[in-house]
């Protein structure tokens, strides 16, 4: 039943936007608005993650009465508006050597395959088989109500679910591993990506004004003790309605690691803004040790 009311309301949510007076924003328009304020609010190109952390509030965790998923709008909308759903768009940008079903617009990804950041695995993504690769919200949503989202409206709340900044295909077990846990609770097994992995918690909760309780900082400052240089991935700029597509993201490809390196941001992990894959020569994920 609840499932069937949640699908209710996002019908009833898609009915008022198809009969919004012309000149009135929508429901999708307020989504993308949201998404922009929040890129807005990332940290930007140059900052490191020890500075970052050094301004997020530190606070207990607030209760988690009322967390639902159906909080957090219906799963993968396409916020971006390029006519693929996030977790497709999340796919097509993490996997590589992707198939995609025809008459989809490209973007149904039926195959690829994954340099997992959390395992270090490399892991054959088949569509529908449920058992090998999942989208992983960084900041868990559950670990966001307790740090700030509970506060949010469901606008706000569906560009956090859906921004690819806070989004990584990964190993679905190591995915379920983690739950709602924060980086007190849960990291990565492969140790050479947890400085990156946090660096993008901090980032999100820094976009999206989100606190980080005294065992979460803690757990963050300790991995970052062994990186302190580590670069805050930057977002990506918010899409142009009137443009039929996504923006390009404000740090494009590096022509070269030479270019990576002189940015501050190698080394570089699949999915980072700037990524490329012909920087990875041995296809581990991993670009410009």
Known sequence: MKHRSAALAV?????????????????????SEAAQQASNAAPGAGQTAVDVLATLPVKGRAPQTGYDRDQFGPAWADVDRNGCDTRNDVLARDLTEETLEPGTQDCVVLTGTLADPYT?????????D???VDIDHVVALGNSWQTGSFGWDEARRTAFANDPLNLLAVDYSANRQKGDGDAATWLPSS??????YVARQVAVKAGYGLWVTQAEHDAIARVLET????????ATAAPDPTSGGSAEPSTGPFGSCADARAAGAAPLHRGDPGWSDSMDGDGDGVACE
């Open 191 to 196: 140790t050479g990506y947890r400085c990156t």
């Open 227 to 234: 990186c302190p240089g580590e670069p805050v991935p930057t």
């Open 120 to 128: 270090g695995q490399t892991i054959a993504f088949q569509r529908g």
């Open 11 to 31: 019908l009833a949510v898609l009915g008022t936007a198809a009969c919004q007076p012309a000149g009135q924003p929508t429901a999708a328009d307020v989504v």
């Open 130 to 132: 449920g058992s090998s």
